[in-house]
Structures are given as C-alpha cells and as structure tokens.
C-alpha cells in the first residue's frame, strides 16, 4: 500500500507535547535554572556555574545519604525476593485459597505510603504501640526514636511488609503460567521438590523477578515517605536517605541552589540505572 | 518392558461419584500385551487421556486395578512404576542443553555418570539430535523438542511403557509423518509396550498393531485397523473411523432380507436376534453405484483427488458413496450393496450374522 506523507501529523501529537512540557520539561528546567545560580529570594539571582555540583559531590552528607541508600535497597531485595518466591511457592494454586490469599496479599499494596508510615510509627512505639510495648516488656530494649539500629529494623520490617505482596504477586503469576504437563514430567523424570524447583518454577519465573528486582530497587532507591514518617530521618541522621535529604536542603534550610544541583545529580542516577536495567532486559529478551 | 493389566478401573474427577455420568471413565477392563503398540482413539472428552494418566501413576482410579506384568502397581507413584510419558505440548527444560535434558532422569535417579553419558549419547543417536548435544533446548523448533520429550523416556532403557498423550498435535504435518515413522521403527527395533492417545484417525491406524477406539468414557471396540475398518462393533465406531463415516440406515429385518423404505436388501447372512432399534451400516467403499439396483438422487461430488465421494439420498435418507477417480455418475444412478461390507447393528451394537462369505 502506498504511504501517505503528512507532516501536519505532527499536530495530532503536539497535546501530548504541550502536557509533557508542562507537568515535565518546564519543572525540569526550573530546577536547572535554580542549579546554576545563587538566590537569597526576592527573585534576585547571581550566577554560580558549577560551583553546587562540585560542592554536593564533595560534601561527606550527600555520599552517605546514598550509601544508606544503597545499603537499605540491597537489604530489602535480600530479604522481599526470597521472602517473595518462598510464599508465592506455597500459595494454592486452586480453590477458594486462592481469592483468599490474593487478596490478603493485596491489601498491604493498596494503602497508601503515609498510612503504611503512621501505621508503623505508631504500632512501634514503646509507650502505646502494641509492638514496640511488648516487644519492650519481653524484655528487650526496642525503641526507634533513640536507637539507630531500631530504626533501621523498624524501616526494613516495615518495607517488607508493604512491599513483599509485590514480589509474590509477581512470582505466583509466573507460576501459576506453568502448564501441568511439565510438572507431570517431572514426576514421570523422578525430578525432586529442589529439582523442579530449581529447572522448571526459577526459570519461568526469572523474567517476573526480574521486574520485580528492578521495580523494588527503583523504589526503595526514592523511598521517601514511609521513613519520613516514621523517624524524620533520624535518630541523627542515621535514616536520612537521599530524597529525605534532599527534602531537608530544599524546604527546611530553603538552600534552592544546592537542592537543586542535588536533584540533577539524583534524577541523572535514577536515569542511569533505569537504562542499566532496560538493556539489561531487553538483551535477556533477545536471547531467548 | 511390561503387560499392563487394567482391571476393571473405573474413575470419576467428583468426590462422590453416584451415577454413570459422574464416570469420566465408566469401566475399562483390557490387557495391552507387552511390546505391543496400541493407540487409544476417541474424540474429545471420551476418557483416554484419563485412561492413560491411570496408567501412568499422574491419576489414581476410583475404581479398579493395574497391574504391571501381574504385580498390583495401584497405589505406586510414577516415580515407582518406572512409565515414561510424553504430552500434548512438550515439555523440556529451558535451561539446560540438549544433552542435560536427556540426562535429568538419569541423574534424578542417581546413575553413575559414565553410564548417563553412554545411555545419552545412544539416545541422541536413536532421535537424531547428536549434533545439537551442547545447544541449548530452549533454542529449538516443535518438532525437535517433542523429540527431546520422547528421548528423555528413551534414554531409561527398563521403562515399562511408553505413553504419548497426543504428541504430534503441535508438530507440522510434514515433521508428523516423520516423527510418526520414526516412532513406528522404534517400536520394531526395540519392542517397547506403546500407548498413544490420539483424536485423529490416521495416527492411530498407521501406528497401532491395535486401536482401542473409546466413547464416551468407555471402550467400545478393540482392533486391529481392517477390523475397526470392516467390522465395526459400535455405530460409533463407523461414524468414527473413515473418511467418509459409515451410511447406517434405519431398517427392518426379516431372516436374510432387510426392508430400507420401498427396498429390499439382500444381507449376507441371518442376524441373530435384532430387536430394538435396527440399523444396517454399510461403508461408502462398499455402495457401488451404477446402472443397476436402488434409485437414488445424487447430490454433489466431492473429487478428493484419489477418489471422488457421491453424496446422495436414497428413500429420503443421506448415503454417501466413493467411486473411483475415472468413474462417472451415470444419467440415472442407482446403487447396490456389496454383501461384504454389510453390517446390521441394534440398538448402536453390532448383530452376528450366519455370514456366508463370498468366495471364502
């Protein structure tokens, strides 16, 4: 058939355009602008070049809010993908268990973030939380507000809590997508629980997991709610991740130039590693 | 290699099974000789892949027996009663080569490795895959891996008995005609006992010394292809086997002679005892149209190529006749019944006949 050739198409694209560049380039470009430059309000602004970018990379703040970044992604992957798969493998795979269990996974995925956060801030108090009052009269001494160490096991349970359901939606849906013959072969193969397992379920379930690695990475990188609303960032600033900081340079020291250089720097990691994980996909993909 | 009693199995999928309708097997009771190669054909929903997942340890019967050269096998896992099985769509494990997967079940069952090497390689040899050894299985066509699904049952040479639950029905047509003559030379070379579970006519009577054919949750006739062929046991049967189906023509019968409207039919023989409803069943191969005999008017010819099929009424009811490719359809058609190919049924079953063969 023959092609038409038509640039006035372009029109029929431009309200995306006009919608993108309103709720995305303009915001962005806002924040380049303030990146560059110095203000002190009143719309007075002095030029800074690159002196914030260099600073942000300098300063000791911003390399150890990423690394507790990094630290708390790894070890909410460590724990939820395991955790995940481990459920999703002893979940019913028919009968009324079923709507059950999904359902009951589903909850804690629908509340939203500063619920979870509230709800976390206030089971785990130690004066009227009904975990951290009991967890206390066992007789050990639990209390995220002083402690670091509480804190980051209040924030991780917490995570995994709300996040596990993902892992295991994800994981039961490829699992529940293997036909029965091949589980019939296996037994007629005399394949153990550990066989099957590791020959038949990992390998349909690998592209799933590894959706649900790269969502649950993305997420816990940018977590920013539920630790602000439990521990503020604190005690000290042993929670204070990226976005929490960021937050604080921006809206509590009102530090415009620096937050925003900090933003870039932030966006642009998040960038990359979307990209890693894309062609990382996407060249899986092609080998199959 | 082993005989497989089924003894009287019956087996329902609802808890508590009343009436023979709640049966998906209603009752099944043969003996499949060791070394011998039978097809299991029906339509859809008739029990044979039931049929053959009891066999096979995946199902256990409600009802009944099996046993494996006279040792009682009921309660054994699959594992235990040592079957081999390959499925409808095949089954291979994506990750592992070509080699690993012939080599799973040996491994499974903890055979020294220079014994799976030798086991595998044999193997290949038998399927012709030993040039695609080290690839990886997830890389390979329809036919190659169904291949792999059948070698990984080869590679145990003591297995008791190979199933195929419709094997071929993701393959191409070609690749089945392969696949299928390759099964076949298996078979003669190395006499396993072969159970294939089929839907489609051809399969089943180009690869099975005998066809169970079954209906309806039971089975209604055991033969080898000229019997299902010539002496159908079940009106089913003809409907089933045959391309045209068998013509079965409500009648009468009275001693030799059978009254088709205004026509009288001449049969081979005296049917014992036919009450019920009477039928005559004659296949297409045997209504030889010409100048002579019963008036019929013809509707249209079908030419298949080989041979053309005349579809045509005879005293209002539809009959349908093969001529050959050369032969015409004469200006005023009439057909006549070869005595051999004459079968009366009553009520659907077949009624013996003091047959009188001609020339026999």
């Known amino acids: 058939m023959e092609k038409t050739w038509n640039n006035r198409a372009w029109f029929l694209v431009l309200p995306v355009l006009v919608l993108v560049a309103f709720s995305a380039v303009i915001p962005l470009m806002t924040v380049v602008n303030y990146s560059v430059q110095d203000t002190f309000g009143n719309n007075v602004f002095f030029w800074a070049g690159t002196e914030w970018f260099e600073e942000l990379l300098h300063s000791n703040r911003f390399w150890e809010a990423m690394t507790r970044n990094l630290i708390f992604s790894f070890i909410i992957l460590a724990i939820e993908v395991p955790l995940g798969i481990f459920i999703a493998l002893n979940m019913p795979k028919k009968g009324w268990g079923v709507p059950v269990c999904l359902v009951l996974m589903a909850l804690p995925l629908l509340i939203p973030w500063n619920v979870v956060g509230t709800i976390w801030q206030v089971f785990g108090r130690n004066d009227i939380g009904l975990l951290g009052y009991y967890v206390n009269a066992l007789g050990i001494d639990y209390n995220y507000v002083q402690d670091p160490f509480d804190a980051w096991v209040t924030i991780i349970v917490m995570d995994v809590w709300h996040w596990t359901s993902l892992v295991v939606l994800l994981c039961y849906a490829g699992l529940v997508s293997i036909p029965d013959a091949f589980y019939q072969a296996a037994k007629i193969d005399g394949a153990s629980r550990w066989a099957v397992f590791r020959y038949i379920q990992l390998p349909k379930m690998q592209r799933v997991l590894l959706i649900a690695v790269l969502l649950r990475f993305m997420d816990s990188f940018m977590i920013y709610t539920e630790p602000f609303v439990v521990t503020g960032g604190g005690p000290g600033n042993s929670t204070t991740f990226l976005s929490i900081d960021l937050v604080k340079t921006a809206l509590g020291q009102f530090d415009l130039g620096p937050a925003a250089a900090m933003s870039l720097v932030y966006f642009l990691i998040i960038l990359l590693l979307s990209w890693v994980f894309y062609t990382v996909m996407t060249n899986y993909d092609a080998e199959r | ?360």
């Open chain 2, 1 to 360: 290699m082993a005989r497989i009693d089924v003894h009287h199995v019956r087996h329902s999928y609802l808890p508590n099974p009343q009436k023979d309708e709640d049966f998906a097997l209603r009752e099944v009771h043969h003996a499949f000789e060791d070394g011998g190669a039978y097809a299991l054909l029906g339509p859809s929903g008739c029990g044979k892949t039931t049929l053959l997942n009891i066999i096979s340890g995946l199902l256990h019967p409600s009802h009944g027996q099996l046993l494996f050269n006279g040792r009682d096998v009921t309660n054994l896992s699959t594992q235990e009663r040592n079957i081999a099985q390959v499925f409808q769509f095949p089954v291979i494990y994506d990750t592992m080569t070509v080699y690993d997967n012939l080599a799973f079940p040996l491994r499974n069952r903890g055979v020294p490795e220079a014994d799976v090497d030798r086991k595998v390689r044999e193997t290949l040899d038998m399927i012709d895959l030993a040039s695609w050894a080290k690839k990886k299985a997830r890389g390979l066509t329809a036919d190659q891996k169904q291949k792999i699904s059948l070698g990984r049952g080869l590679v145990r040479s003591d297995v008791n008995a190979i199933l195929f639950d419709e094997p071929l029905t993701v393959i191409d047509p070609h690749m089945k005609w392969v696949l299928r003559s390759q099964l076949k030379q298996l078979h003669r070379r190395f006499g396993y006992t072969m159970v294939y579970v089929t839907h489609d006519q051809t399969e089943a009577l180009t690869f099975a010394d005998q066809v169970v054919v079954m209906y309806d949750g039971g089975i209604v006739q055991i033969g080898t292809p000229a019997e299902l062929f010539e002496r159908p046991r079940h009106t089913f049967v003809g409907y089933f086997i045959g391309s045209p189906g068998m013509n079965v023509l409500p009648v009468a019968v009275e001693g030799r002679t059978a009254t088709l409207g205004s026509q009288r039919i001449e049969l081979p023989g005296v049917p014992k005892a036919a009450g019920g409803a009477v039928e005559l069943g004659i296949r297409p191969e045997y209504v030889r149209l010409g100048r002579d005999g019963m008036a019929v008017q013809v509707g249209k010819v079908e030419d298949l190529g080989r041979h053309k099929v005349v579809r045509a009424r005879l005293e209002g009811r539809d009959i349908a006749a093969v001529i050959g490719e050369d032969e015409t359809v004469p200006a005023e058609p009439k057909v006549r019944f070869d005595p051999a190919g004459i079968n009366i049924y009553a009520d659907s079953w077949i009624v013996e006949m003091g047959r009188v063969e001609v020339g026999a």
